[in-house]
């Protein structure tokens, strides 16, 4: 198409028009879906600017997107996207002492914050959204976020701004005096055009300007014409912060920083429950805290169902059932403790008397403070319940009123039987969230939907508080707007709209419309309403999806922690390409696309899907870290099963997917086929065969396996029975840590027993998507451990993501067989090593002072970081006193075959390279590296010169 041509002639940057990209931007976090016609991916603020003039010359749509986790639907529309988030994210000037900072609109929240920490400055408001949401996405939305309490919105924070409006007026906007008014008048054009109808608008309208706006500290609902009124100092950029893209591009800001606290404490009140937390709110904030949260019952018990920040986050918790989370800030840990205790006293014989715990260790009050941060995505699937939805999760009031609002709001709820939605937020600004159970699958569910809205805007605005408190108005809040504002007041917003957009190309039918035009209703374009594709037969049984591939494809609710630079697994191939199709979520919108059949046609035949998996390392990352559990390593195998069937495969899928029994074979000589696979000439030739990269070494086969070894050696002790399982990673690579695990193991006083026939996990050709291979494997294996299952014998695993299969992979592939309740005894009974020792060893593993004098680094795998976590070998690492620091660096960036394929080479050392590496060759002289992973230890062999070992390993040198 023309545009598309003319866009690619004339940006620098990128330009997709294909199935894949426009359907990874089909959907924000909100209930809806509008496909774009393309997106553009500038290079520079520049080439954004030349985009908008070229869709200008051929009248189509533009909007921006930073983060994309926009929750009322202003983030996707049937337009030109503009994703700033790739390229546009620079920190382009710092005034340290001035305190303002000049960035780019792609710039994410955390990673600016990181470069401004060494200045001790930071941005002011901090959604939970902070590790992947942008500045741009920020001053569209005017976030706010829990230090919004002591800092105020992202309008208060915002000095200046450079905009573009969609006829191509590119100016610098602030605070306008008068003098600069008259300069800009004299000038003439549309500038001055522009300006001059703002000014007789609110010139117009003073007394409805100052009097229908909502005096409350989250008023985020309609254009915020009020920054304009003279005792505003006609202040247009905050004028435009809010705007949603509805009215101009941002290309520039200057916003203002603050002093990071040198210390800050966590005090946590508890109340019988919620409504007279919330009726503690006015005096509590009157202490002056950084934050003041609040937070329920049922919130509560779903962290705990789900384990969303670890078994032991929430024992501190005081006495109630409704919590107030405080805050407060200091130079010195003391000064921030004696604010805290001054509250406290002052409480204490009040109406607002608390049960209080005092939170001193800063890893717990990180961990408490992470279940409400992660609120959004801990109820959307809430256990035995029904899924929830946004919709209506944003509403604000008079702080001195939230108690009764609860009450009311609560009642409502029960009135149209939402009654299980979890009530938090940010309580101190009298902003509340929750998600509801909206039955947006069927007409009279939406219906229901739509009274329950109408009537929840007319109880917010009897209260005289805000439709959003935080999200925006976007399409699910817009066509209310009267009942807060009133005709007249949305009637200016009209007028607004007109003055910087008149043909109504910016963000159409979101926020405003100008004359002639109309917003979307809340009802139009919702995502699953139209979502009937028909079921699909699959491999894996999808417990946690009703056992439904169309649920799982809809699983993502878009809150874009995939898309986050640093900290957890999740998503490596992301921080490396920094591409939306090569997030979690990106991935999980293509797959649901595919399913819908609209814009990908060609179901599981699909290129376009293919090309967005493609670069999924199947870490697992994603099912611990994505809030909503998202498990793109299985959606991957089940795709590439459907995608293949009956057809040629990539040789990868061959050579690496049948890996376990080329090993057998070579078990029979080793050396002869490390020879020619490592021969000069004859390795190309190997590699070529195989689809591996020529940049990768292959790795050697050992010259003896392990089961040989144990065969020759046998069971030793009459201790308890345990199997060590042996992997083919450890039994044909690395048989070095099977028998360092067998004398740890019988050191231990137990009498280990190795399966005397081959079996195997299905690992590879899980990973390669041969799924019906892998469940032969499975039930195999199942049959020959049967017998010992069924007499409670434990199975060691010590390659992790061979042991994930048996907790995880194994129960969902072959859920309903014969050999099913011996899967999930085999799921019970698998453990890791350091699982295995402290419970049933704890006394052996436990080193006398002073230690060891071991110095480790212990780089996590990624499928155990997923599946059971790392707690275990922390806690066996400090008792068998042995100093470990364990790395938050993500995926090692091999990930079992895929960093050996051809093609994914420089993905995966670039994930690498993005922190275990780095740690790895920084690490100190005589610091041991600690890896399990067969993958982890690979890649840091090829790419530096450490020499890891497994964690059996190291305890064979220690206690044997």
């Known amino acids: 198409m023309s545009l598309q041509r003319d866009l690619e002639a004339r940006v620098d940057g990128e330009v997709r028009f294909d199935a894949g990209s426009r359907a990874a931007y089909a959907h924000d976090s909100s209930n809806y879906r509008q496909t774009p016609i393309g997106v553009v991916v500038p290079h520079n603020v520049d080439a954004a600017v030349e985009a908008i003039a070229v869709c200008r010359e051929h ?37 340290e002492k001035e305190r303002r900072a000049l960035v780019q609109p792609g710039i994410c929240l955390d990673d600016l914050n990181d470069l401004l920490a060494p200045h001790k400055l930071q941005v002011g408001p901090k959604p939970s959204t902070h590790d992947t949401c942008t500045i741009g996405g920020m001053i569209g939305n005017n976030s706010c976020g829990a230090t919004a309490q002591a800092y105020g919105k992202m309008a208060d924070s915002v000095i200046r701004l450079e905009v573009l409006t969609y006829d191509g007026v590119r100016m610098w906007v602030g605070e306008t005096s008068d003098e600069e008014y008259e300069k800009i008048l004299a000038e003439g054009g549309r500038r001055a055009e522009i300006y001059r109808a703002m000014r007789e608008l609110v010139e117009e309208n003073l007394a409805l300007i100052r009097t229908r706006y909502p005096d409350i500290p989250r008023r985020i609902s309609g254009y915020n014409l009020d920054s304009l009124l003279p005792e505003k100092h006609f202040n247009v950029a905050r004028a435009l912060v809010g705007s949603e893209s509805t009215l101009i591009t941002v290309l520039h800001a200057e916003i203002e920083l603050f002093p990071v606290p040198n210390q800050q404490t966590l005090v946590v009140l508890g109340y019988p429950d919620i409504f007279r937390a919330g009726d503690a709110v006015t005096k509590v904030a009157g202490y002056r805290p950084l934050a003041l949260e609040g937070l329920d019952e049922t919130l509560i018990d779903i962290a705990r169902a789900e384990n969303v920040a670890g078994k032991d986050a929430l024992k501190g918790l005081p006495e109630g059932s409704g919590w107030l989370m405080v805050r407060f800030g200091g130079d010195t840990r003391e000064e921030a403790d004696e604010r805290a ?15 209080v715990v005092f939170m001193d260790d800063p890893a717990e ?50 009135e149209f039987d939402y009654g299980q939605a979890s009530l938090y937020g940010h309580f101190g600004q009298g902003c509340v969230h929750t998600r509801i159970a909206f039955d947006l ?69 979101k926020v405003a419309a100008p004359a002639g035009r109309r917003v979307y209703r809340l009802d139009e374009n919702l995502d699953h309403l139209d979502y009937n594709p028909r079921e699909p037969r699959t491999h894996f049984s999808y417990p946690d999806d009703h056992h439904r591939f169309t649920h799982a494809a809809a699983r993502c609710v878009g809150i874009g922690k995939c898309r986050s630079t640093s900290g957890g697994v999740m998503c490596p191939s992301y921080r490396v390409t920094r591409e939306e199709e090569h997030s979690t979520r990106g991935r999980a919108r293509v797959l649901m696309e595919m399913m819908r059949g609209e814009v990908i046609t060609d179901g599981w035949r699909s290129k376009d899907v293919d090309d967005a998996l493609d670069l999924c390392l199947a870490c697992k990352g994603c099912r611990g870290d994505c809030p909503v559990h998202v498990d793109m390593a299985t959606y991957k195998a ?121 079996l195997c996990c299905g690992l590879t050709w899980i990973s390669t998507g041969q799924l019906g291979v892998a469940a032969r494997v499975l039930r195999r294996t199942v049959r020959a451990l049967a017998p010992r299952l069924r007499r409670g014998v434990p199975v060691v695993g010590l390659e992790p993501s061979c042991s994930a299969v048996f907790r995880s992979d194994a129960p969902e592939l072959l859920a309903g067989e014969p050999v099913s309740e011996d899967v999930k005894l085999l799921a019970k009974q698998t453990h890791s090593l350091s699982e295995f020792l402290l419970d049933r060893a704890p006394a052996f593993v436990t080193a006398p002072p002073p230690g060891t004098g071991i110095h480790a680094i212990a780089q996590p795998h990624c499928h155990q970081h997923a599946i059971w976590g790392f707690d275990a070998d922390g806690e066996l690492l400090k008792r068998a006193g042995i100093e470990a620091e364990v790395l938050d660096e993500g995926c090692c960036g091999l990930a079992g075959n895929f960093g050996f394929e051809r093609g994914h080479y420089e993905v995966s050392v670039g994930v690498g390279e993005l922190g275990v590496l780095p740690a790895v060759r920084d690490a100190t002289d005589g610091t041991r590296i600690l890896a399990d992973g067969f993958s982890c230890r690979t890649q840091i062999e090829q790419r530096t010169d450490a020499r890891p070992v497994h964690l059996a390993e190291l305890l064979a040198e220690v206690f044997t």
């Open 638 to 758: 089940e795709f590439l099963a459907h995608h293949y069937r009956w057809r040629l495969r990539p040789r990868p899928h061959y050579s690496m997917g049948w890996l376990p029994l080329s090993a057998r074979l070579a078990a029979a000589a080793p050396g002869v086929v490390n020879a020619v696979t490592h021969a000069p000439g004859l390795n190309r030739v190997v590699k070529w065969a195989g689809g591996v990269d020529q940049r990768r070494d292959l790795p050697r086969f050992a010259g003896e396996r392990f089961t040989d070894w144990f065969a020759r050696r046998g069971s030793q002790g009459d201790g308890d029975p345990v199997v060590l399982w042996p992997d083919t990673f450890t039994n044909n690579f690395h048989p070095a840590a099977g028998k360092a695990a067998v004398r740890v193991l019988e050191a231990a006083g137990f009498r280990v027993e190795v399966p005397p026939v081959p």
């Open 365 to 414: 009050e990180e961990r408490l403070w992470k279940i409400r941060e992660a609120g959004l995505g801990a109820t959307a699937y809430p256990p035995g319940h029904p899924d929830t939805h946004e919709g209506w999760e944003d509403a604000a009031v008079p702080p001195d009123r939230l108690g009764d609002y609860l009450r009311d709001f609560r009642a409502l709820l029960s």
């Open 441 to 509: 699958e069927d007409p009279d569910g939406v219906g229901k939907y739509r009274r329950f809205a109408e009537r929840a805007a007319r109880l917010v605005a009897s209260y005289g508080g805000s439709l959003s408190g935080e999200h925006g108005d976007g399409q699910s809040r817009a066509e209310l707007l009267p009942i807060m504002f009133g005709d007249e007041v949305v009637a200016l917003f009209g007028r607004y709209k007109q003055i910087f957009d008149p043909d109504d190309r910016m963000n159409p039918g």
């Open 341 to 355: 205790e001054h509250m406290i006293k002052e409480l204490r014989g009040t109406d607002h008397d608390p049960h």
């Open 59 to 95: 009248g189509a749509p533009v909007f921006s997107r930073g983060g994309g986790t926009s929750l009322a639907g202003e983030c996707c529309n049937e337009g030109v996207v503009i994703d700033w988030s790739k390229y546009c994210h620079n920190l382009i000037r710092l005034d």
